[in-house]
Structures are given as structure tokens and as C-alpha cells.
């Protein structure tokens, strides 16, 4: 058996669980996050981005402080989206292969609510959820919070950039009784800082990241320079040249997702476009036709691709630059994960040419120039 993890603090039904998923190693934030949340368990806030182990690192110390006798929830873990949500509960499932069993209920929008609140009814320890589920649940009285000692907040910049600022507010209020918040954040705006101040011990533990190192240093950083006529045909011919590799691309628009992945389902490449529009039944479809790799790349809005984890993505492609500075972060943060090498690259017209700089300073990044 690994002692990586042991040494960690992890005890051995755990490390056997996460040694058959092939974790043998921690990554950084595990190395950090887990003595301390082992040890003391108190108040943390910790700055990752995606892709970096996140959900071991606050999911294995959770497990050893739940008490798998006591058949009431015992923490609370709160995520973006429903996709990120439903990993997350995968992963716990799978970290307790080999220990008591611990009952984890996903809840999220697009699952029929009158189900859910029938599976709140048998033994739970471990809610995992969407922060509008959550609190359409708490309203129907179906979700009983007494119990809860763990809050977990996941991609918390997301969910306020989501805008449930209210939502978290009152997620706190009802779990006024809880011993300790941990909090993960990929950046970390003024909101945040805001929202922790009013919610969390003023001496909690922080594991900052410089944030010259909160974009994944396996990623390789480029940018090409073409006309906004000419960015289908670059996305073709770069696609084309990278034969089986799978890839996301990023829209800024709704409109341009449907028309760019219009044009290339023309040129014969194998697509799927998943933008707001979407019903959850349409979402969930084009979803796993991607990781059932029956199409090869994901064209996405910033808005819908949030929480998407896809492992073994070789290259994304930002069509253009985000709105927003750190969504650069979530964006490039979808492939290199799990130690793996990835591609950023991003397409510019000839006047963005000093937002690149821009980029490079604020971030501690290098581009590349492709032609």
C-alpha cells in the first residue's frame, strides 16, 4: 500500500480505496489540505484551481469524520452544477470501497425532486448538492440540518459568479450549528472575501496559492492571431492536425456555439454543442456522447461548460478571449488534469494582441505565438 497518503493522516480503508482508483500520489493542495483538515478539521480556505485533486483532498478527511452509525447528515457539500455535484458523489462512493459504508445523496436540478426527498428519507450522511436544489429541498422541509457538523463550499468564485450569492447566505444560516467551513476557490474576489469574513472563524486556516501558479503549470499557453472570418478554419485545421485527440472549445455567445459547431458537423468533424438553451435532458445526452467519446470535441459557453470534468482532454481552444480575467483560469483548467500535459490555445484578432500581455502579467504566464 501507498504511504504517500498515510503519512497524510489517511487511514488505511481509505488508502485502499484511493490506491484502486490509481491515486498513489498527492498533488499539492492534498498535501496541504489534508494534515490540516486531519489534525484540526477547523475553518479552511483554500485557493485551487480545477483539475488539481480538490475533491480528495476535502473528500477523504470528510469521510473519517462522519460516524456511519448515526443515520442523520452530518455534512454538507455544496457545488456549482449539477455535473461537478454528481463527480463529486461518484468519487466518495469510491474512496469508501473499502470502509464503513457511508450513505451520500446527490441532489441536483434535473433529477425529479419528488424522488430525492424519498431518498431523504432513508439513512444520509453526506448531501451532495446544487445550491438551487438545495434550497427548493430545504423549503419542502425534506432536508433535516440538526446534524450537520461540515459545510463544504466547492468552486465557491463559481457559484457566486452564478449569482447564488443568496442562496449561500442562507446556507450558512442554516447551518449555524456546524464545527467548520472549508472553502475552495479557484480565485478570489472581493465577494468571497466578503463572504468569508462574515461566515467563517477569523483565524482560518489558509492554503494560498500564489497566484502566479493558480493556472496549471502542466499547460501549455498559446495564442494564434487570425481574423474573426478566419477562426472556423483555423479551429478546422487545427482539429484536423491533432488526429484522435479530444478537445473542448469555448464560446463566448450562445449564437456562436450553435453556428460554429454548425459549420463544423459540415466539414465532417464529430461535435457537440452545449450552450444555456439546453433542456437538462438535452444537456445530459450531448454530455455523455462526449465521455463515451462517440464525439471528439465539446464546443461550450462559459456559462454551460461550468463543472464540466472530463478526463484525458488534450487541448482547448478558446474561440475568443473570456469576458472575465479568471474565467481564463476555469477555462484552460479543463485539460492537463490529473498531472497530464495539456494546450491552452486562444484566438485573437490583431487589437486583443496587448490582452495577451495583459494575461501574462496577471497570471505569471507565458504564451507562445502559433501561426
Request: net charge positive; charged share 25%; with cysteine.
Amino acid at each position: 500500500m501507498s504511504t504517500a497518503f498515510t503519512k497524510l493522516g489517511i487511514p488505511d480503508d481509505l488508502n485502499q480505496g484511493i490506491e484502486a482508483l490509481g491515486i498513489l500520489e498527492p498533488t499539492p493542495i492534498q498535501a496541504q489540505a489534508i494534515p490540516f483538515l486531519m489534525e484540526d478539521g477547523g475553518d479552511l480556505i483554500a485557493q485551487a484551481q480545477t483539475g488539481t485533486g480538490k475533491t480528495a483532498a476535502f473528500g477523504l478527511p470528510l469521510l473519517t469524520k462522519i460516524d456511519p452509525s448515526f443515520k442523520e447528515i452530518q455534512a454538507v457539500i455544496i457545488a456549482p452544477t449539477r455535473e461537478l455535484a454528481q463527480q463529486i458523489g461518484k468519487q466518495l462512493f469510491r474512496y469508501t470501497k473499502f470502509s464503513a459504508k457511508i450513505f451520500v445523496e446527490v441532489l441536483a436540478g434535473g433529477d425529479k425532486i419528488d424522488l430525492q426527498v424519498k431518498k431523504l428519507l432513508r439513512p444520509t450522511h453526506i448531501v451532495v448538492a446544487t445550491p438551487g436544489r438545495f434550497m427548493d429541498l430545504l423549503k419542502l422541509k425534506a432536508i433535516r440540518l440538526q446534524s450537520v457538523r461540515h459545510l463544504v463550499l466547492d468552486e465557491a468564485d463559481e457559484m457566486l459568479s452564478m449569482g447564488f450569492q443568496k442562496e449561500l447566505e442562507e446556507i450558512f444560516k442554516q447551518t449555524k450549528d456546524r464545527k467548520s467551513t472549508w472553502l475552495f476557490s479557484a480565485t478570489f474576489q472581493d465577494r468571497i472575501k466578503s463572504m468569508v469574513e462574515q461566515h467563517m472563524s477569523a483565524k482560518a486556516h489558509m492554503i494560498k496559492v500564489d497566484k502566479k501558479h493558480v493556472v496549471n503549470q502542466n499547460i501549455d499557453h498559446q495564442f494564434a492571431i487570425c481574423s474573426r472570418e478566419d477562426k472556423t478554419d483555423f479551429i478546422y485545421k487545427y482539429l484536423i492536425a491533432h488526429g484522435e485527440e479530444r478537445g473542448l472549445i469555448f464560446c463566448r455567445t450562445r449564437a456562436g456555439a450553435v453556428s460554429l459547431g454548425a459549420d463544423l458537423t459540415k466539414l465532417g468533424l464529430a461535435v457537440g454543442v452545449l450552450q444555456g438553451d439546453l433542456s437538462q435532458k438535452d444537456r445530459d445526452k450531448v454530455m455523455r456522447s462526449f465521455k463515451n467519446e462517440r464525439t471528439q470535441f465539446l464546443l461550450a459557453t462559459d456559462v454551460a461548460a461550468r463543472g464540466i470534468d472530463v478526463e484525458g482532454l488534450s487541448f482547448v481552444i478558446q474561440h475568443q478571449l473570456p469576458d472575465a480575467m479568471q474565467y481564463y483560469t476555469h477555462r484552460s483548467g479543463r485539460t492537463a488534469r490529473a498531472g497530464k500535459k495539456g494546450v491552452s490555445i486562444t484566438l485573437i484578432e490583431p487589437k486583443e494582441r496587448r490582452k495577451i500581455t495583459q494575461l501574462e502579467k496577471e497570471l505569471g504566464l507565458n504564451f507562445s505565438m502559433v501561426e
